[in-house]
């Protein structure tokens, strides 16, 4: 007979995990307020108490009210609403640019470093988008494409993967090397063995920590772009767009962008210093200067 597991089992891995040694007490903290603003904005549709986009033009930059915890702006609009709301696609967009650049930069990666005849092109292809500002390529591109979520999403991406690339070509130069590689190849094991069985392994450990990295590089790019009018629509709410449209305000109503620029900042801290608890834990040179 199968047995139900008890309420809570599936947290366990997690919480084992947070009680290991690497995860201090702020890396500890940094998680409890992720999944504090992971959940408030995945349940945001629920427990908003108004719809972030209808307007009250008698009731317009007012400060907290019955009904607006953190006020209205502009439009009327709440403020509580919004930020909650507005945080769902931010962190859609820093999760999607994130999984998208590191898939792509590990085949790219595992290419050039695994075969030397295109190592040469690839690397020479990622120097070029590397010697262009992130921020004016992606704003080129969005302008390119047309305000979306997808062509900001391409936007972020695309600087991205050149830094995946050269993570990945620099441990599989390392790993080809390796004994147990000479020997798969002399033993004519196929070639997509030997990539997907021997140096695969070897790159998720950083490639774990540089998600961590472009997922709060992403969110704050997005937001960056649609405060510069280059993101997603304005009428989308969004981190970015909310501080964007209150910067004209901002003498009169600072909470405008001040309770977005919270939840922003939060999200970024958080972010990377679970991603500096991950380093620690995967990184094998660090745990023997440990012991």
């Given at each position: 007979?199968?047995?139900?597991?008890?309420?809570?089992?599936?947290m366990?891995?997690?919480?084992?995990?947070?009680?290991?040694?690497q995860?201090?007490?702020?890396a500890?903290l940094?998680?409890?307020?992720?999944?504090?603003?992971?959940?408030?904005t995945?349940?945001?549709?629920?427990?908003a108490?108004?719809?972030?986009?209808?307007?009250?033009?008698?009731?317009?930059?007012?400060?907290?009210?019955?009904?607006?915890?953190?006020?209205?702006?502009?439009?009327?609009?709440?403020?509580?609403?919004?930020?909650?709301?507005?945080?769902?696609?931010?962190?859609v967009?820093?999760?999607?640019?994130?999984?998208?650049?590191?898939?792509?930069?590990?085949?790219?990666?595992?290419?050039?470093?695994?075969f030397?005849?295109?190592?040469?092109?690839?690397?020479?292809?990622?120097?070029?988008?590397?010697?262009?500002?992130?921020?004016?390529?992606a704003?080129?591109?969005?302008?390119?494409?047309?305000?979306?979520?997808?062509?900001?999403?391409?936007?972020?991406?695309?600087?991205?993967?050149?830094?995946?690339?050269?993570?990945?070509?620099?441990?599989?130069?390392?790993?080809?090397?390796?004994?147990?590689?000479e020997?798969a190849?002399?033993?004519?094991?196929?070639?997509?063995?030997?990539?997907?069985?021997?140096?695969?392994?070897?790159?998720?450990?950083?490639?774990i920590?540089?998600?961590?990295y472009?997922?709060?590089?992403?969110?704050?790019?997005?937001?960056?772009?649609?405060?510069?009018?280059?993101?997603?629509?304005t009428?989308?709410?969004?981190?970015?767009?909310?501080?964007?449209?209150?910067?004209?305000?901002?003498r009169?109503?600072?909470?405008?962008i001040?309770?977005?620029g919270i939840?922003?900042?939060?999200?970024?801290?958080?972010?990377?210093?679970?991603?500096d608890?991950?380093?620690?834990?995967?990184?094998?040179?660090l745990?023997?200067?440990a012991g």
């Amino acid at each position: 007979m199968t047995q139900i597991p008890p309420p809570g089992s599936a947290m366990q891995p997690v919480l084992r995990v947070l009680r290991l040694p690497q995860f201090g007490l702020g890396a500890r903290l940094a998680a409890v307020v992720l999944a504090i603003i992971v959940v408030l904005t995945l349940l945001g549709q629920w427990i908003a108490p108004h719809d972030p986009l209808t307007m009250n033009p008698m009731a317009r930059l007012q400060g907290p009210i019955e009904g607006h915890p953190l006020g209205t702006d502009n439009f009327g609009r709440d403020i509580f609403s919004r930020v909650l709301i507005g945080g769902q696609l931010s962190l859609v967009i820093g999760l999607a640019t994130a999984v998208v650049s590191v898939l792509l930069g590990l085949v790219i990666g595992m290419v050039a470093g695994f075969f030397r005849a295109a190592d040469a092109v690839i690397m020479r292809m990622m120097d070029a988008l590397m010697a262009i500002p992130s921020i004016l390529l992606a704003i080129a591109l969005v302008a390119l494409n047309g305000p979306s979520v997808g062509s900001v999403i391409a936007a972020i991406t695309i600087p991205e993967i050149p830094r995946v690339v050269r993570l990945v070509r620099a441990v599989v130069l390392s790993a080809r090397e390796e004994p147990y590689v000479e020997a798969a190849i002399a033993l004519g094991t196929p070639m997509h063995r030997i990539l997907t069985r021997h140096l695969v392994p070897n790159t998720l450990a950083p490639l774990i920590v540089q998600g961590t990295y472009i997922l709060a590089s992403a969110i704050l790019t997005e937001a960056i772009l649609s405060f510069l009018g280059a993101g997603v629509s304005t009428e989308t709410p969004t981190w970015g767009n909310i501080m964007a449209e209150g910067r004209l305000f901002f003498r009169i109503k600072p909470e405008l962008i001040l309770y977005p620029g919270i939840a922003l900042s939060l999200c970024i801290l958080s972010i990377n210093l679970l991603g500096d608890a991950a380093r620690d834990m995967l990184d094998p040179r660090l745990k023997k200067r440990a012991g």
